[in-house]
C-alpha cells in the first residue's frame, strides 16, 4: 500500500498554544485538533481552503476547547471527542472515548491513548505516523500536574507515548521547545544529541517557525522525561530522592525541580 501523507496544518493561537488541522492530503475535508481560540483556526481553514468535519480534544483545558462552541456553532453539526470522563468539561463533547478506541476523522483513522497526569482525561490521538500529545508531552519537556499523580504521568510517557515506533512525528499542544531544552541541558551538559537539537530549534524559532514536530526517537533522545533511567538523569535529582528511588520516583522529583527551574 502506498504511503499516504496525511494534510497538517499547524495553527498558532493564543500566546503559545498549537491548534493542528488533519485529513487526507488530497481531499478538502479536516479535523481540528484542539481550538483554542475560533479566529485563528477560521482564518486557516479559509486560507487552506478547507472544510471542518470533526473535533479532536486532548483535555479540558481552555487553551485547547475554547474554541470549540464558536466552531461549532459556526460550521457544525461536528462531532466533538474526548476522554469519557471529559463529559461536561470539553464543550459539546458527544463522542466520548476509551483508552485504545479508534475513529475515523477527514479520511484519516486514530486510535485514542489515554495518557493521564497532566490531567485525568488526557488523550493522545496516534494514527497516520504521528502523534498529537496536548500537554502530556512537549518538545524536550511534559506537562505539569495538574490532576494526576507523578506516577500516571511517568506511566502515560514511559509505556505509552515513549513505545511508540521512533519515526512517530510528535506534534504537542504548546510551543515550549527552546525554554524545556534549557531545563535539559541543564539536567543533562553532556548529551551531543541534545546540543544538536538546541542548536536545530533555536534556527527554526529565529526563523519565525514553529519547532514542530519532532519524532518520538528525537524525545528519547533528548527529553530527560523520557530519560528518568540514564545516570545523568538520576544524578541530577539525587539530592531529592528520598527513601523511594524507582524510576518513577525520579521522574516526580525531575518534575518538580522543572517546575521551580528559573532558567
Ligand atoms: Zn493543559
Ligand atoms: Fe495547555
Known sequence: MAARVPRLVVVPCLRDNYAYLTGRGDA????????????????????HGLRPVAILCTHHHYDHVGGVEPLVERYGPLPVYGHRSDAGRVPR????????????????????????GHTLGALAYVGEGLVFTGDTLFGAGCGRLFE?????????????????PGATLVYPGHEYTESNLRFASAVEADNAALAARTRAVAALRSAGAPSVPSTIADELATNPFLRVTEPAVRAFVEPRLGATRGPAAVFAALRAAKDEYRG
Open 28 to 47: 478538502r475535508e479536516v479535523a481540528i485538533v484542539d481550538p483554542s481560540e475560533p479566529d485563528p483556526v477560521v482564518r486557516a481553514l479559509d486560507e
Open 93 to 116: 463533547l458527544d463522542h466520548p472515548l476509551d483508552h485504545g478506541d479508534e475513529l475515523e476523522a477527514a479520511g484519516l483513522r486514530w486510535r485514542a491513548l489515554h495518557v493521564p
Open 148 to 164: 494526576g499523580t507523578a506516577e500516571l504521568l511517568y506511566a502515560s510517557l514511559a509505556e505509552r507515548l515513549g513505545r511508540l
